[in-house]
């Protein structure tokens, strides 16, 4: 099993940028998949954006599309959420999970599903 750490989280302004960094622990972190999920202030979890253990055809949640992008370097055992062209509503915890089985962290997972989860890294985006 891994362990996940989130970092990058910060305060921006609205057009702004934050690199979010999913670091994971253990030696058989390439064959998880990762998503990436946030959570706003009195609203639901949600869906933000997943890549495969192969890096190919991530996904993203509405949301997001076109903004954001995924991606991993499993040499460093970390996968990053590139955000760009903030908005005021991007403002929410972010959280990454990870699994060896894609749709447990992908746009239609429950989450719960997911084998681990990190602690979470806050973003917030001022208008």
């Known amino acids: 099993q891994v362990q996940l750490v989130e970092s990058g989280g910060g305060l921006v302004q609205a057009g702004d940028s934050l690199r979010l960094s999913c670091a994971a622990s253990g030696r058989t972190f390439s064959s998880y998949a990762v998503g990436w999920f946030r959570q706003a202030p009195g609203k639901e979890r949600e869906f933000v954006a997943a890549i495969s253990s192969s890096g190919r055809t991530p996904e993203f949640g509405d949301s997001v599309k076109g903004r954001f992008t995924i991606s991993r370097d499993d040499a460093k055992n970390t996968v990053y959420l590139q955000m760009n062209s903030l908005k005021a509503e991007d403002t929410a915890d972010y959280f990454c999970?990870?699994?060896?089985?894609?749709?447990?962290?992908?746009?239609?997972?429950?989450?719960?599903?997911?084998?681990?989860w990190g602690q979470g890294t806050q973003g917030i985006v001022r208008s």
């Open positions: 999970a990870a699994d060896k089985l894609f749709r447990r962290v992908a746009r239609y997972a429950d989450p719960t599903e997911a084998e681990c």
